[in-house]
């Protein structure tokens, strides 16, 4: 990006902060608004893992992955699979040094990220309640303080709920069928001894096939989060005449709805440290996808909000982030920027929301569980390797095609001259030829192809293949009728 431009970043979650920080890392100016008073305001919820493919790439990128693994915990990667009688199913722990997919509080993430951003770029206070467009891709935010901006690009990083979705798209978040009650357990080791042993270092997923379900997960500093799941209406609570701020009337709920599970498990419903928390599971409908809107693009929940199985969410959420900021970097305008960009996070986000939504509906479905039922976390973790692996070279494959081309080839009517602006990830390929965007782009190493609409000496159709040495170009265009040579060469930045 050449000139000056306003960005503005609606919500500062581990995906809205990444993205700021890259932008910044790449000399790009940025503000970013969140609804919350500061980066504590509210329990940031409990734990996550953060996969080699996606999430630690992003970490990578932001030059933040030292600081990550200070904070990450490799043994947190445990994982056991319980039936309601107590009986271990499954289980899984780690070797020593797998670093596939290792554990850091939600709080703690937000907290680093917050802090390698550049002072004042988080704007603490600013819940956004309309954003306006003003033509040309500029924006109008209107926040609930009373403070209005105008931009030229409004991400919006503000999750399930946002407020700039609409922009984009008429979609909203659907009611799942399951809601988790969420709970706390404190120094664990000493006053819930026997929750501390059956969560061990990660997880516990205990499960009776009927819709029902305790899922427990070690935090840090001594603390246990769980979360009592039930398939159930969206409005439980209410036709079952319980006050969900009266913990004895929910735990007895509780007690009755999970009856004749194990004596063992019962405590995860009536320990607690502190009240139940009730949270419905929604989803955006997915795969999910929008026409190009000039000066709007949406990344994390507000684009793919999806059932947590899986842990793709903030995952998702980091590498959509720091993506979306070399695509701003790299691209001569912010519409090529957001094309480039959606190009890729589109049907990547698809793919994971349409899996995490069926993980929960088999979680929660009814009937008997065998181990052919249970993720094969050790082909699991090699596959965020072999993805990590696979996205670097794209990366590495990326540069050598990336930028722009003059590309000179010959018609019935004369030399013609282009401009050819192309820019890949991972085996994607985007760009624009004269100005119009290209279709069907691919990349495989320095061999590309993708269709052009040429406009002179008369509009036509055409299919580009060429291969890359260095700043040169050569290949053929295919239009009707005729198969011609062309050569390229990179401009100079």
Known sequence: MKSPVRIAIVGAGPGGLMCARVL?????????????????????????????DTGQIAMEDAGLFEEFMKLARLEGQAKSRLDQHGTVLDAFVPDQDDTAAPEIDRGQLRAMLSEHVRPGTVRWGHKLVTATPLGDGGHRLEFGNGVTAEVDLVIGADGAWSRVRPLLSDATPDYTGVSFLDVRFEDVEERHPQIANLVGDG????????????????????????????????????????????????RRFLLKEFSGWAEELLPFLTDIDGGYLNRPIYALPAPL???HTPGATLLGDAAHLMAPFGGYGVNLAMLDGAELAHAIAGEATLDEAITRYEAVMLPRSGQHA?????????????????????????????????????????????????????????TPRGRQQAELRLAATAGSLTGTFDGTPIQG????????????????????????????????????????????PITGTRQTP
């Open 24 to 52: 910044q890392g790449h000399g790009i100016d940025v503000t970013v608004y969140d609804a919350d008073a500061s980066v504590e305001a509210r329990d940031a919820g409990g734990t996550l893992d953060l996969h080699a």
């Open 203 to 250: 997880h516990l997923f205990a499960n009776d096939g009927d819709g029902r379900a305790i899922i427990g997960q070690r935090n840090s500093n001594g603390h246990i989060r769980a979360y009592l799941a039930l398939r159930t209406d969206l409005d439980w609570h209410g036709k079952a005449g319980v006050d969900l701020g009266d913990a004895a009337a929910v």
């Open 289 to 291: 996808t929008w026409a």
């Open 354 to 410: 349409v899996a995490a939504n069926g993980g929960l509906d088999a979680f929660f479905a009814s009937g008997d569980f065998g181990s052919a039922d249970f993720p094969d976390h050790e082909a699991e973790h090699q596959r965020y390797r072999e993805a990590a692996a696979d996205y670097r070279r794209g990366q590495s494959r990326a540069t050598a095609v990336d930028g722009t081309w003059a590309v000179s080839f010959r």
């Open 441 to 484: 782009g691919r990349v495989d190493g320095t061999e590309i192809g993708f269709v052009a609409t040429l406009t002179s000496p008369f509009k036509m159709k055409v299919t580009f293949t060429a291969s890359v040495e260095g700043d040169t170009m050569t290949g053929t265009a295919k239009a009707p009728m005729m198969t011609i």
